[in-house]
């Protein structure tokens, strides 16, 4: 993957083979699955890249770590 | 539920029969006691390592239960609303089918790695925090970030947020970090990228941050349990060189189960689904009751301690602690009350196995460095039999949290292949065979365990993320995405099916059939 868009994963180790998603099963009983069966994995890389002006993922943690140390809630 | 009939913890003459009984750690004192040697063999890192693996590839042959989702952070009130890109956490909760567990799965949750940014950390004048120097001692490593940091423009949050009267918190000590990201804006590097002007892979170092000092802008990275990418595209611990200069770091993969052994709680929603045996109401015996605190779940005031509600009805975490004079650091909840001779245990909710084993000492590899000694359990510290200080243990880092098996399996699924802990079982005559049978068990509690949900159903236990609010799932919760547990609000999980669509539960959005 050359140009990622945002949220795009960019790292993985879950891209099945057609052997391993043949003998996934559900129990006893072969299910079909199409497609990757999820979008994110354990280990997956994102790409996240903020531009100016954006409130950053890091950026909105801190928001809310600030906003809770001064007793004020979230937006609902 | 704590076996009757011993005083002491787990300490017991004789473990013929508990072979492979494989438990939660819970003792509650530490190694100095020479019956450890007898119990190690099911209190021991190395089982867990070991059976992460085979639930590591159970889970490629059986459906495993993954749920990705993205969680679309809350902005405080009075904040405005976010344009462009919004800032999201995304991350998948698994579902572990477990035996002995009245609905029948444990959940742990991953928040991928990449979702925080440094090249995202401005100082006053919008200068990126890039690395721009390193230097070491035996045990850290202290990086310079770019930017003009000084005690009236410290480093922003979540760095560092001040609070008044108080030294401020620090809520990114113990996340891990990677120096992934070489231009600003960019795409973090992989194990393969290659380096367009020398053809040799970059590489990156993997480490745990265990300090910042927000008025100098110098991070402090631990050397114990970091990891190398080298050029040829191998995972090494601990890492051989610093992070790379004039990169900029990010957030590694970050792990949290909920499970008895890594939270050290075992727990029970009342029910008599799925578990047919055993007993509903977990309860710690006297003698091992210790001051402490607990949470509870409240909605509009009153407790809801239930598995689950629907996805728009969200609840508060109410923190109680022993008495007024121990204060609760504000890092923990905004609802907290103080109740004299308040215990580490919820009634019929869940009950603490106690303190965690905490590293002492350098590392012993190094030169110089000193034995470890004797363990040391943080649960709380006394002087003159007067309670001092209660210690917090929710900062997860690389090894001194011990993994249990359902991280370590997702840390196998990660394609990092965990170091083998030297606590190898001890005292059994055939080590082999008793691997084999670690397998067997394994295996054939899967089977179980998979045969129950699929009798029992989904429908009936606890899902994400309309559990995401339980009392074992919300503190997993704050610890996960590393925000306070206010802003985990059900309303703002997108969720994605087994095509990969969104939806989003609040909304009445339902996965594919």
Not at chain 2, 81 to 95: L, M
Request: glycine share 8%; with cysteine.
């Amino acid at each position: 993957m050359s140009n990622p868009n945002f949220g795009d994963i960019i790292e993985t180790n879950f891209i099945y083979s057609d052997d391993q998603r043949a003998v996934r099963k559900y129990g006893d009983s072969v299910v079909q699955v199409s497609g990757q069966p999820a979008t994110y994995h354990a280990g997956d890389v994102v790409h996240m890249p903020y531009q100016a002006g954006e409130t950053s993922t890091i950026e909105a943690i801190g928001l809310a770590w600030s906003a809770f140390a001064n007793g004020i809630d979230p937006a609902e | 539920m704590t076996k009757r009939g011993s005083s002491f913890g787990t300490f017991k003459t004789n473990d013929t029969s508990t072979d492979f009984g494989l438990k939660p750690v819970r003792t509650e004192f530490g190694g100095s006691s020479p019956e450890t040697l007898y119990t190690i063999s099911r209190e021991s890192c190395w089982s867990r390592w070991r059976r992460g693996y085979e639930l590591a590839t159970a889970s490629l042959y059986h459906n495993s239960f993954d749920y990705p989702f993205t969680y679309k952070i809350p902005l405080p009130t009075g904040t405005p609303g976010a344009s462009g890109n919004q800032p999201a956490i995304p991350g998948v909760f698994r579902g572990f089918p477990t035996k002995n567990k009245e609905l029948g799965v444990h959940w742990a949750g991953v928040r991928v790695a990449g979702s925080l940014r440094f090249d995202n950390v401005l100082d006053s004048s919008n200068v990126r925090a890039s690395i721009t120097s390193v230097s070491e001692d035996n045990e850290y490593w202290y990086v310079q970030l770019a930017g003009t940091w000084s005690t009236s423009n410290p480093l922003p949050a979540p760095l560092y947020i001040p609070i008044a009267g108080t030294d401020g918190i620090k809520p990114t000590n113990g996340e891990v970090i990677e120096d992934r990201i070489i231009t600003p804006e960019g795409v973090p590097i992989t194990r393969e990228t290659i380096n367009p002007n020398t053809q040799t892979r970059y590489g990156y170092v993997q480490a745990v941050l265990a300090d910042v000092n927000p008025s100098t802008g110098l991070l402090t990275l631990r050397k114990r349990g970091s990891v190398e990418a080298t050029p040829d595209q191998v995972l090494v611990t601990p890492a051989t060189r610093p992070p790379n200069i004039g990169r900029y770091f990010m957030t590694g993969t970050r792990y949290y189960c909920t499970c008895q052994d890594f939270t050290r709680r075992q727990y029970a929603y009342v029910s008599s689904l799925g578990k047919r045996k055993g007993n509903y109401f977990p309860r710690t015996r006297c003698a091992t009751l210790q001051p402490g605190r607990y949470e509870v779940m409240k909605i509009a005031g009153k407790v809801a301690n239930q598995a689950m509600t629907n996805a728009v009805t969200n609840r508060r975490l109410e923190v109680i602690a022993p008495s007024s004079k121990y204060e609760i650091p504000p890092t923990i909840s905004a609802t907290s009350s103080t109740k004299l001779g308040a215990t580490r245990d919820n009634p019929g909710v869940f009950s603490d196995f106690g303190g965690v084993y905490i590293r002492s000492g350098a590392d012993p590899s190094l030169p110089g460095a000193k034995s470890e000694g004797l363990p040391e359990y943080e649960s709380y510290s006394a002087k003159n039999n007067v309670i001092t200080s209660l210690t917090d243990r929710w900062t997860p880092t690389l090894d001194e949290f011990r993994y249990c098996k359902h991280i370590y399996a997702m840390k196998y699924e990660e394609g990092v292949f965990p170091p083998e802990p030297s606590d190898l079982p001890v005292g059994i005559r055939d080590i082999t065979a008793w691997e084999q049978r670690l397998v067997d068990q394994t295996e054939k509690d899967q089977e179980g365990a998979a045969a129950n949900i699929n009798r029992y159903g989904l429908a009936y236990m606890d899902i994400p993320p309309f559990n995401c609010q339980s009392p074992m799932m919300v503190s997993m919760m704050q610890k996960l995405f590393n925000i306070p547990s206010t802003f985990v609000l059900l309303q703002n999980f997108i969720m994605y099916d087994k095509t990969g669509k969104a939806y989003t539960p609040s909304q009445g959005g339902t996965p594919v059939t």
